[in-house]
């Protein structure tokens, strides 16, 4: 229960894509529903517009971005949420922009991920996403204070992954040849960059890639972690 002696309320940002907003809300009430018997959560979601997210990123117009995720989680916020989460990868280029103009906590999915990977000792991780997020500075900005070094595909591996993602992953098409091409970009970081761990900075990508470990290294399913730790603050 929260101060105000009510069950507390998460806020999700979603949209980005519908697939994956889709997939947090099943996995937060499962989650839920197994440490309350059967007991259901209280979510509120402001969903923003897929083609208008990744038309802002690709423009790099921070400014913008900030305002459209911004004016979300004031929504949710005016909605009586508790907390709130960016239930994607790609808009934490500015995470921390937006939770200083946030009038609620707000659960971050890099510092979620970053917790994890220092929990299980990894220390050379390789990063896929859209090329924002491979290319961004904003998982470095976390994991290098860890000691935790990040590790980007190839440029040809990089287009291959934001393609697929944008293309595919994204409208909910998943494709066995996609999976398969998926796991060979993760299998050469491995082999050629010695990798101790994937990151899965896209969170459709965990509806393709649903191994815990893929080319024998363990694999950090950044959408999962991102559930525990709401789930977590619901309960707390």
Do not use: C, W
Request: no cysteine.
């Amino acid at each position: 229960m929260s101060k105000k002696g009510r069950v507390k309320s998460a806020g999700i940002v979603g949209g980005m894509g519908p697939e994956s907003t889709i997939d947090y809300y099943r996995r937060i009430i499962r989650a839920y529903a197994a440490q309350r018997e059967g007991s259901g959560p209280s979510l509120l979601i402001a969903s923003v517009d897929t083609k208008a997210t990744l038309a802002i990123a690709a423009a790099d117009d921070r400014p913008k971005f900030v305002e459209l995720l911004s004016g979300a989680v004031e929504m949710l916020t005016a909605g009586g949420a508790d907390f709130a989460v960016l239930s994607a990868n790609t808009p934490h280029i500015v995470f921390d922009e937006v939770r200083a103009r946030s009038k609620i906590p707000m659960i971050s999915i890099v510092e979620v991920a970053a917790q994890a990977a220092r929990a299980r000792g990894l220390k050379r991780l390789g990063l896929i996403g859209t090329r924002y997020t491979m290319r961004g500075e904003f998982y470095r900005r976390v994991f290098t204070p860890a000691g935790i070094e990040l590790v980007a595909p190839s440029e040809a591996d990089q287009e291959y992954v934001h393609t697929k993602y944008v293309g595919e992953l994204v409208p909910g098409v998943f494709l066995s040849a996609t999976h398969d091409g998926l796991v060979s970009v993760v299998d050469r970081l491995r082999r050629e960059e010695g990798i101790d761990g994937i990151i899965l900075g896209g969170t459709e990508l965990a509806l393709i890639l649903t191994e815990a470990t893929i080319a024998g290294i363990p694999v950090l399913d950044t959408a999962g972690l991102h559930v525990e730790a709401i789930v977590s603050e619901l309960l707390a």
